[in-house]
């Protein structure tokens, strides 16, 4: 069982005193169960601390001056108010909020339109990565997510645990359910992107209209009415690589499927997509591949070069 030593095992920050009505729910991970999440090799990079649904929870607030672990609250329905260091705002429908240790933060429901939300703890020594992998602003990390029938569904799965009676195994599930949910929410980075002015859709859409061209950075940014610093800075973010790196990517997947279901000639396809150097093609081609442009397509024939071992 492997053990990692350098991470300090965390106990989940103090929940809120709120009284729990009959439609919601509250589950704190028992202490003995995070033991054995912390070490075991399918966990000890992602778990759960505790994890809960309040529905329309009127009067439920927290305030924090030192935040122990991460906490991850998806509102979809009514507001809360929020105060993240020195910013205050609503937490509204539709929205998320992902907090991580260390962090100052105060929330309420509101009296009015008091919130629903699910809500999970969590640590982990991959905790921080899946925070850095979100489009969010460090001092105030709130994203749009919508009314996302996935996200609900996976939380109510999430919440099955409950039912488990303090068995490992249903915690291990548990745990890689969470790694699920924090993983798909980077796959909703165009949907923020569109609600903040930069359209990756639209960028996207423009790259594969133009596969068989060649593309600058400065033609890009136009397309989003962006200078080329500030384009290329705000693709970063979103996406974790550059944009013409994956105008490349695009490129070699489009030259795939010729290599798959054509008889093109490499030299071919290469200039097809905008590449008149066959073997400037074939060099990137196996930049991205890891093979050539003729052993990828040797595959489709069911044989693949021998190498030494």
Same mark, same amino acid.
């Given at each position: 069982?492997?053990?990692?030593?350098?991470?300090?095992?965390?106990?989940?920050?103090?929940?809120?005193?709120?009284?729990?009505?009959?439609?919601? %729910?509250?589950?704190?991970?028992?202490?003995?169960? &995070?033991?054995?999440?912390?070490?075991?090799?399918?966990?000890?990079?992602?778990?759960?601390?505790?994890?809960?649904?309040?529905?329309?929870?009127?009067?439920?607030?927290?305030?924090?001056?030192?935040?122990?672990?991460?906490?991850?609250?998806?509102?979809?329905?009514?507001?809360?108010?929020?105060?993240?260091?020195?910013?205050?705002?609503?937490?509204?429908?539709?929205?998320?909020?992902?907090?991580?240790?260390?962090?100052?933060?105060?929330?309420?429901?509101?009296?009015?339109?008091?919130?629903?939300?699910?809500?999970?703890?969590?640590?982990?020594?991959?905790? &921080?990565?899946?925070?850095?992998?979100?489009?969010?602003?460090?001092?105030?990390?709130?994203?749009?997510?919508?009314?996302? %029938?996935?996200?609900? =569904?996976?939380?109510?799965?999430?919440?099955?645990?409950?039912?488990?009676?303090?068995?490992?195994?249903?915690?291990?599930? %548990?745990?890689?359910? &969470?790694?699920? !949910?924090?993983?798909? &929410?980077?796959?909703?980075?165009?949907?923020?992107?569109?609600?903040?002015?930069?359209?990756?859709?639209?960028?996207?859409?423009?790259?594969? =209209?133009? !596969?068989?061209?060649?593309?600058?950075?400065?033609?890009?940014? !136009?397309?989003?009415?962006?200078?080329?610093?500030?384009? %290329?800075?705000?693709?970063?973010?979103?996406?974790?690589?550059?944009?013409?790196?994956?105008?490349?990517?695009?490129?070699?997947?489009? =030259?795939?499927?010729?290599?798959?279901?054509?008889?093109?000639?490499?030299?071919?396809?290469?200039? =097809?997509?905008?590449?008149?150097?066959?073997?400037?093609?074939?060099?990137?081609?196996?930049?991205?591949?890891?093979?050539?442009?003729?052993?990828?397509?040797?595959?489709?024939?069911?044989?693949?070069?021998?190498?030494?071992?």
């Amino acid at each position: 069982m492997l053990f990692q030593p350098w991470v300090k095992l965390s106990s989940m920050s103090k929940p809120s005193s709120w009284p729990l009505p009959p439609n919601s %729910a509250r589950y704190v991970v028992p202490r003995s169960l &995070l033991d054995r999440l912390h070490q075991h090799p399918l966990s000890c990079e992602l778990y759960p601390l505790g994890m809960g649904h309040y529905v329309q929870a009127l009067g439920h607030a927290m305030e924090r001056e030192s935040h122990d672990d991460y906490l991850l609250i998806y509102c979809i329905a009514g507001r809360g108010s929020l105060t993240v260091g020195p910013r205050h705002g609503y937490l509204k429908g539709g929205q998320l909020l992902l907090l991580p240790r260390g962090l100052a933060h105060a929330y309420a429901a509101d009296d009015e339109d008091p919130w629903t939300i699910y809500w999970v703890h969590f640590d982990g020594s991959m905790a &921080l990565n899946f925070f850095t992998n979100l489009p969010l602003e460090p001092d105030y990390p709130v994203i749009e997510v919508g009314q996302n %029938a996935k996200l609900i =569904a996976d939380f109510e799965n999430l919440l099955q645990v409950r039912q488990s009676g303090y068995q490992l195994r249903p915690f291990l599930h %548990a745990a890689n359910q &969470l790694r699920q !949910i924090l993983s798909y &929410l980077a796959l909703l980075r165009s949907s923020e992107s569109r609600r903040s002015g930069f359209d990756l859709e639209l960028i996207h859409s423009y790259m594969q =209209a133009h !596969i068989h061209e060649s593309l600058e950075l400065e033609t890009l940014a !136009i397309q989003v009415n962006l200078s080329k610093f500030h384009f %290329a800075k705000r693709y970063k973010e979103l996406t974790g690589t550059s944009a013409i790196n994956h105008f490349i990517n695009l490129k070699i997947e489009h =030259a795939c499927q010729l290599l798959d279901i054509g008889n093109q000639s490499i030299n071919e396809i290469g200039y =097809a997509l905008g590449y008149e150097d066959a073997y400037y093609f074939s060099r990137i081609f196996k930049k991205v591949m890891g093979i050539s442009p003729s052993q990828y397509r040797n595959l489709r024939l069911g044989s693949w070069p021998k190498t030494p071992h």
